[in-house]
């Protein structure tokens, strides 16, 4: 049982990189917009993301334990220098230049809000905490306290502006705060808070996210931009039908149809040459990894492992799901890769650190 | 428990795309296959039309000229040779080198290629009766910029063409689109967002012969707002035309708001012909030409303003109370420093504060400059505003060079007594733009109230507030009081520099200015002023680019302010 988990993420892991980089090899085949060399670049990666893979499966996970806040603080540093050195000026400032390599802290964040999240709420245990603390003091160290801490980056990437990514730390919180026990009815206030708070939100976002965010609800409202995108991948995605037009065949993505169609929206590649047999299996896949990841969680007897694992999780899955949905229509677009298969190195990088870990405890979970 | 819940919302999730999949794919996969087979949508961008640029007075100083665009359908033609010999005939343009043209930019079969741009009526008309021979033969009309003013205040206004690389990247987040028409220097450059509609378009279905079938979607676009300056197109043709093709610069600036009325740099460009496509030989002489004319020499060149900084000087030296308005100095004709000589224009002999600056005394500036010290002349000419942005709202200005004694001591060079007596008369290091100048002179004559020069008056219909503010610069009143007697001196008394400008119907006061360059060439020819005409009191000045004698410029400003006055446009 125990090797069978480590093996199936392994096996589950390489599938879909293979699903993505042939996927990849198709989006950048012959193509002016798109140059091939994403490919090659793609596929280095993937074979230096199973090293690190590998290594970061053997590194005792508790070790990060220790690390955690330093990281996290440290990551939140990075993001401010992001904002005050980016690259450029006045457009989107996301990327900093780490010894001539390219990086993008806000995909680091990621990792450390968990590895944070999961210390933080490992060290409290909020059912046994009888009546040595009132009521108030007890939602302050279990909400309000780490909620604050997470807006905190949280606002550092808004204000890149990259609302996707702020939006998914957001996400994080809230299934690890559910997960960390927090008692149903503050739970369910908070969310009710934001909801609250949405139409005010609204005014803090930038034209062209409030743009993307109509557009949605209406794609035809801008059919010369996003709303084009929109209807495009639906396109795409749609007349692949059942069994796909084949490989190297999309009509939509070889003639160019789609803009970003080797990042946000490969899967429309995927899609349209697989038909919906392809997108299945991609999607069992996903379904599969994480599956192995909730059965991890269950079995890990530590709460700080079970924590990272469920925060892991759920950033795969609201990743995937968003992402496929965002190609599909159902969900507006907001920039969110899809792990493993779309181009970007950070992202990448930060998925096969976190199958690391779980890898990881899925060896562990037996010592205690 | 709690995973639980977990686990089961992400079931629930999965559950849910993969409905959606089986949705898309599967029930409506005939209807977006069949879509996607003929692509049969088609996207027709409708321009917003950008926003006009007027005068002060109304007078249109940028417009919009229907324009006709001829595009190609790929998917369309029958027979590309035919097409392309067709459309080689009637536009005048190699086959060869359209057909490139068309393989370059060919996108999709179903996204139209515009082959040619800017055609004129009549070859409209022509194609456009031929249309019917030639499927998948097009022609759009547009709209193109057109400047009725031509050359004069290219400057000011700028041109409009395609979006450069570097700033797409830079302003992509904020709704640039690559092939996307924007403004370039000047006021279209600057108040780009304002002039720039927004660009709409129709998404129609098609059938297999190209015509429409029904209308999927519409934006509506919007009109760019029009904007109306300070600028008075009279001035600038005045300007210009004084100028001829001489290397230099008219500044004229309403001493009471700020607002600038002439900006004129010149030698000047026809920025029509950035509008114009397939004029890239044109352009490449403008942008190659020894005398810049793309240069804005009002905001952007930068020189040194000769014995123009006098009165900075003067005002440092008063204001300091290292000298008084009755001190003297005696001029034998140079001034000896460390066996080196510094020389002057005439014997002068004894010469008192206000008739060094109506005799333009070097000798007296040598001394009163040894006085002070560099460090003050520093303070009081960047008070004055000299060294600094004027910020004024068109882009790229440069602030232009005020050397300071203590930084010196970071580089090699020291600062000796020497530099001082250069610094003292407005050589050396110093540089300055046209309308520091301007700016300066304003401050002197007001008697230190600070403006915001600016060039545009509204926006749409909103009157444009932002640059309303005044400053009033912490120096006496008497300072400038004396300082003025000095500069009126200069216009009247009958030995001054700028006598020529001793006009009977204007009150001319100013300071003249002769900075020399580099050995071989001529000297920069300068004179600032202001002027109180009948409706305004304006600072101005006029600029030669190496054009000898400060005198020449007199004789410009001269012809200048009665010109102005005949046409009584102060």
């Not at chain 1, 390219?102 to 210390?119: A, D, H, V």
């Not at chain 2, 009526?121 to 021979?133: C, P, S, T």
């Not at chain 2, 002027?531 to 000045?541: M, S």
Request: charged letters at 20%; glycine letters at 8%; aromatic letters at 10%.
């Amino acid at each position: 049982m125990k090797r069978n988990l480590t093996q199936k993420i392994w096996i589950y892991t390489t599938l879909i990189i293979g699903m993505g980089l042939l996927a990849l090899y198709s989006a950048s085949f012959e193509n002016v917009r798109v140059p091939h060399k994403i490919f090659f670049d793609q596929l280095i990666c993937a074979l230096g993301g199973m090293v690190i893979m590998y290594l970061f499966g053997r590194v005792d996970y508790r070790k990060f334990y220790d690390a955690a806040y330093i990281f996290y603080v440290l990551n939140i540093l990075l993001l401010v220098w992001v904002l005050v050195s980016g690259r450029d000026a006045l457009g989107a400032r996301r990327w900093i230049d780490i010894a001539g390599v390219n990086f993008q802290p806000s995909e680091l964040t990621k990792l450390s809000l968990i590895l944070f999240l999961g210390r933080y709420f490992s060290n409290r245990r909020p059912t046994l905490s009888f009546d040595l603390l009132s009521k108030t003091q007890m939602l302050w160290r279990n909400l309000i306290w780490p909620f604050i801490l997470t807006a905190g980056s949280m606002l550092l990437i808004f204000k890149q502006p990259d609302l996707g990514t702020s939006l998914l730390l957001l996400g994080i919180f809230i299934v690890m705060v559910f997960s960390a026990g927090l008692e149903y009815r503050y739970f369910l206030g908070f969310l009710g808070g934001f909801v609250a708070i949405a139409p005010f939100a609204w005014k803090v976002l930038k034209p062209y996210q409030k743009d993307r965010l109509l557009v949605f609800l209406n794609p035809n409202i801008d059919p010369l931009g996003a709303g084009y995108t929109i209807i495009q991948s639906k396109i795409a995605v749609g007349s692949g039908q059942i069994f796909g037009k084949g490989w190297l065949s999309g009509t939509q993505n070889q003639l160019n149809f789609l803009p970003e169609r080797h990042t946000d929206f490969i899967f429309s590649v995927i899609g349209e040459e697989w038909g919906f047999v392809g997108a299945l299996l991609l999607v069992y896949f996903y379904f599969a990894l994480i599956k192995c990841g909730l059965d991890i969680a269950d079995q890990v007897k530590d709460k700080f492992g079970t924590l990272v694992t469920i925060g892991i999780v759920s950033i795969l899955t609201l990743q995937v799901i968003i992402n496929i949905g965002m190609v599909m229509g159902v969900f507006p677009i907001v920039g969110l890769t899809l792990p493993f298969v779309s181009y970007g190195r950070s992202s990448f990088l930060i998925f096969i650190i976190m199958m690391g870990f779980l890898i990881n405890l899925s060896k562990r979970r037996t010592i205690f | 428990m709690r995973n639980k819940i977990i686990r089961l919302v992400i079931f629930g999730l999965f559950a849910v795309i993969t409905v959606e999949l089986f949705y898309v794919q599967i029930i409506s996969g005939r209807r977006y296959y069949h879509l996607s087979k003929h692509n049969r949508i088609r996207i027709v961008p409708l321009e917003g039309g950008r926003g006009r640029i007027l005068d002060r007075n109304g007078k249109i100083m940028a417009d919009n000229r229907p324009a006709y665009h001829v595009m190609v359908m790929p998917q369309d033609i029958e027979d590309i040779k035919m097409l392309f010999a067709f459309l080689s005939k009637v536009l005048n343009v190699e086959q060869k080198i359209m057909m490139r043209r068309y393989r370059q930019k060919k996108l999709t079969p179903f996204t139209p290629v515009v082959v040619a741009q800017n055609i004129e009526r009549k070859k409209a008309m022509e194609l456009e009766e031929h249309k019917y021979r030639f499927p998948g033969l097009m022609v759009q009309e547009g709209s193109k910029r057109f400047y009725p003013s031509h050359k004069n205040s290219a400057h000011v206004l700028g041109y409009v063409g395609r979006i450069s690389q570097a700033k797409r990247e830079r302003y992509q987040e904020y709704g640039y689109t690559p092939q996307m028409i924007v403004g370039h220097l000047g006021v279209e450059e600057y108040y780009d967002d304002h002039l720039r509609g927004d660009q709409g378009g129709v998404q129609i279905e098609v059938n297999s012969r190209g015509k429409q079938v029904r209308l999927l979607s519409l934006k509506d676009p919007t009109k760019g707002k029009d904007i109306s300056l300070t600028i008075d197109s009279g001035i600038q043709s005045i300007s210009q035309e004084i100028l001829e093709e001489r290397r230099g610069a008219i500044v004229i600036m309403d001493m009471a708001n700020g607002e600038v009325l002439g900006l004129t740099s010149s030698p000047s460009y026809d920025p029509n012909d950035f509008v114009q496509r397939d004029n890239a030989k044109k352009l490449s002489v403008l942008f190659s030409n020894q005398e810049a004319p793309l240069l804005n020499r009002t905001i952007k060149g930068v020189f040194p303003p000769g014995s123009v900084f006098k009165v900075p000087v003067a005002v440092s030296a008063l204001e300091s109370k290292k000298i008084n308005a009755n001190t003297s100095f005696m001029c034998e004709g140079h001034h000896t420093l460390g066996g080196i000589r510094f020389g002057c224009t005439h014997v002068h002999r004894l010469q008192n504060l206000v008739e060094s600056l109506a005799h333009s005394c070097n000798v007296y500036y040598y001394r009163a400059g040894l006085k002070l010290g560099a460090d003050w002349i520093y303070k009081y000419a960047r008070l004055l505003g000299l060294g600094r942005l004027t910020h004024i709202d068109l882009p790229y200005e440069k602030k232009g060079k005020l050397p300071h004694r203590r930084k010196r001591l970071l580089t090699a060079r020291r600062w000796y007594t020497g530099d001082t007596l250069n610094f003292s008369i407005g050589q050396g290091d110093i540089l300055t733009t046209p309308l520091q100048l301007v700016r300066m002179m304003a401050i002197v004559a007001s008697e230190g109230t600070m403006v915001q020069p600016h060039v545009v008056k509204t926006i749409g219909k909103h009157i444009v507030k932002d640059h309303d503010f005044k400053r009033q610069i912490k120096i006496s009143k008497d300072t400038f009081r004396t300082i003025k007697k000095g500069l009126r001196a200069t216009v009247t008394d009958y030995s001054g520099t700028a006598h020529v400008l001793d006009l009977k119907e204007i009150y001319v006061a100013g300071k003249t200015g002769t900075a020399q360059s580099s050995r071989d060439k001529e000297h920069h020819a300068w004179f600032v002023g202001y002027a109180k005409g009948e409706t305004k009191n304006v600072a101005f000045c006029v600029f030669l680019e190496h054009g000898g004698s400060s005198q020449n410029a007199c004789v410009l400003a001269r012809k200048l302010l009665l010109r102005m006055k005949e046409e009584s446009l102060i």
